[in-house]
């Protein structure tokens, strides 16, 4: 059983910086792939970002790519998510995520995680 803990939402305006971080309570850390997803009201959940479990390979959604950073610590079991240049439609709750494929997947969807923390919030003001 894997156990996420998000932290570090919060509220920030346009052009400002938040870091999410993601606490996992799993012996095997190293061997999950991790994901961020987020779910704006009225919306489906979708893809920010997903890292591999070594850390050398990391997936963004367009809408983020040069403003958001994914990345892990696997000796404190932590993964995270540092958001700058954030705009007014980042605003959502996100969504740490793991997954622990059979072979080199990188999940790009809710349905390939396994497990998920309760989220944190967003909000990005104009």
């Known amino acids: 059983q894997v156990q996420l803990v998000e932290s570090g939402g919060g509220l920030v305006q346009a052009g400002g910086s938040l870091r999410l971080s993601c606490a996992a309570s799993v012996r095997t850390f190293s061997r999950y792939v991790m994901g961020w997803f987020r779910q704006a009201p009225g919306k489906e959940r979708e893809f920010v970002a997903a890292i591999s479990w070594s850390g050398d390979r990391t997936y963004y959604v367009d809408s983020v790519k040069g403003r958001f950073t994914i990345s892990r610590d696997n000796a404190k079991k932590m993964v995270y998510l540092q958001m700058n240049s954030l705009k007014p439609e980042d605003t959502a709750v996100y969504y740490c995520?793991?997954?622990?494929?059979?072979?080199?997947?990188?999940?790009?969807?809710?349905?390939?995680?396994?497990?998920w923390g309760q989220g944190t919030q967003v909000t990005v003001s104009s």
């Open positions: 995520a793991a997954d622990q494929p059979a072979g080199l997947r990188i999940g790009v969807r809710p349905n390939e995680y396994d497990y």
